[in-house]
């Protein structure tokens, strides 16, 4: 498995790999630049931005909300943050229309659907209430910016590390969430299309949501129907605890190989107790921070929002129980909760 650096917003820069990584091909996780930022947040009047996440109640979203406070604190924005508990646009659409009502003049959103947010956030951006989204993209370029993880290449790197796990022998299978997610769905398909592309044999997609209870039962149902089953990749942090416990209540540690997406401590803690042996870590922080910042900026007019570039990718990085207890590696375990918050993004 590989590292790729973690990307900032604003500067473009990336960190380099650690050494005490696997080496395998990297994602293409290469910042796109912004247009400069000179934030003279501290002073004058406090912005007001309106953060709709994704998912609260996960430790990824535990890190973007680390990140956007954290922004909001140092470029004195008056931060809305509210949140859907699960990845539904159902639960999405009466949180924005709430927050309409405190007026924002910019606003964050996970777009928990690729359709149905288009004509809000184009009626957002006519009005100059600058928006950004992360975590997944819209189906039209219509916000400022777009700031998410290459979730396709973080699929081939988990399929790279569970072939040199187990030679692509046997059958895997793949716990996604929901049809038609653009960002869950290129987990799902890179992971597959690479360990196809290697002859290996994987199910069809289970779609468990993000209940974790339907997440362990489809790993049971695998085991039992299936005595080849090698592996199991899990797309996201909800299916990846359910898979890890079906595979302890199982017995089935170390036989059959799991690989995730997300970096929670309790995933940690299983890596190194053998239950997981690989995760993909995502930069959490850097969304929630880097997206409050640019929103900030281009309210203020200290970013030129016409050379703004549209996508901006962070960056991912590879767990292994070897590398684990690496310093290089701290930075990329998600926090539990909020009084574990980085006090800085990955630069």
Known sequence: MVLAAACSSTAGTATSAPSAAPSAAAPSTAASEAAPSASGASTGEAVRVAFVAGQIGITFYTGVECGAKAAAKEFNVDLNWTGSHNWDINETRPLIDAAKATNPQGWVISPTDPDALVSDIKGFMEAKQWTVTIDAPMSQPVELQNIQSNHYEGGKTAAEAMLKLTGGKGTYLVLHMTPGLPDIGGRADGFRDAMTQAGAKVLDYVYPGTDQAKAADAVSAAINAHQDLAGVYATHETA???AASAIKAAGKNGAIKLVAFDSAPNQIADLKAGVYDGLIAQAPFNMGYYSVKLVADAIRGNVDTSTVKHDNPTGLYAITK?????????????????????TKPLS
């Open 322 to 342: 070897e590398n684990a207890d690496s310093p290089d590696t701290q930075p990329w375990i998600y926090p539990a909760d909020l009084n574990g918050c980085p």
């Open 240 to 242: 990846a605890n359910g």
